[in-house]
């Protein structure tokens, strides 16, 4: 199986995977053949990518989520009702000034409509779930989530829930903080319905006005979630744009770059870093109405110019010992040696080195298809990798 951009996949190609539409009913069943019609819907409905099966030099490598697609499902159902009734309550005020949505928030009014809406029960009713089936696994193997335009809010908060869990467990964390930090990370954007989703999804340059606008939904997301208590899933919202340096939004809080600290020594709550780590490693990743998503390889370095400036130097480096570089079916360019030009495809990972993966040769230096076969890096330690568009 592989992951191919929708600008890529040709008539005939087989699906690897079941695609849902935005009310989670099957749209494509996994092993259908693709249309030309076919290919123009998924482009109209906002797939960036698809998982491509058919394939018998590819097909026994599997992709699994690290989470069952039933659960994934059931949490975009979950997500989507308490923005849809949130998006209700707000609805008179949604888009006014900051100030008006502030104090529409903390009106009697408000409080006594909001505290209808079961946001956290029902979210807190697939944690416990979710964070059993993340205490099963080692590494980020398998974080295979399709985000479209209309489901890319849903997937993505899932996604940074699952992210922040591995970390959480990496850094024994407790059963109940992990379901309070899965809890914050779900929500962590709820904020984000007081924006215009024309602004949301620019393809362009944002005006000064836009930003700033953008920067108030940590704020506006901790008002609307600290009327349901649950502290520290609160400051989930409210910190997660905060940065090590002092240079993040809203409030310019800065961190210690470090996992054990006192209370008082940092400014930021490790929920709060976690989720920072979680939401920009998923945002570069995924495919966006304004961009494509970046390869895995640059995403991580990316990651570790961050360290310590950004991103807590102690939580990136817990991070960076369960993310492959290189995760399963990613397209490889061989840089150097006797197979130089050849491209192959990530067949395997190595998790005692998530940076030399197995790797399944199928194309020589002339583009030319070849019978397949395979490379171990942690055994070939000379022969360099980077990874290509698919």
Partial sequence: MKLI????VKPGMILGMPLRDENENILLNQGV???????ERL???????????????????????????????????????????TEKAIKDFRYESIETIKKNIESPK???VFSQIPIFREVQSIIGEMVDEILSSETLTGLNSLKTHDNYTYNHSIDVAI???????????????????AVGCMLHDIGKIFIDNKILNK?????????NRIKEHPTLGYLLLREKGKIL????AYQHHERQDGTGYPRGLKGTNKIERDASDSEITIFGEIAAIADIHDAMISDRVYRKGLMPDEVVR?????????????????????????????????????????????????????????IRILYNDKKERIEPFELDLMIDLDIKIKSIPS
């Fill in 302 to 358: 990316i990651l570790k110019n961050l360290s310590g400036i950004h991103l807590n130097r102690e939580i990136l480096e817990k991070f960076l010992e369960i993310v492959p570089v290189y995760p399963l079916t990613t397209r490889v360019l061989i840089l150097n040696g006797r197979y130089k030009n050849y491209e192959a495809i990530v067949s395997k990972t190595n998790n005692k080195n998530l940076s030399r993966p197995v």
């Fill in 43 to 85: 482009k109209e409905l906002g797939f960036q990518s698809v998982y491509i099966g058919g394939d018998p030099d590819t097909d026994d490598i599997i992709v699994e989520d690290i989470i069952s697609e039933k659960r994934r499902s059931l949490g975009r159902k979950i997500l989507k009702k308490a923005y849809r009734l």
């Fill in 233 to 236: 899933s609160n400051h989930v």
């Fill in 203 to 211: 393809p362009g340059k944002l005006t000064a006005e836009e930003y």
């Fill in 33 to 39: 053949k693709l249309t030309s019609r076919y290919i």
């Fill in 163 to 181: 992210t922040s869990l591995l970390i959480g467990k990496r850094l024994r964390m407790d059963y109940k903080k992990l379901e309070d930090l």
């Fill in 5 to 8: 951009r929708i600008e890529n």
């Fill in 110 to 112: 408000f409080k006594k």
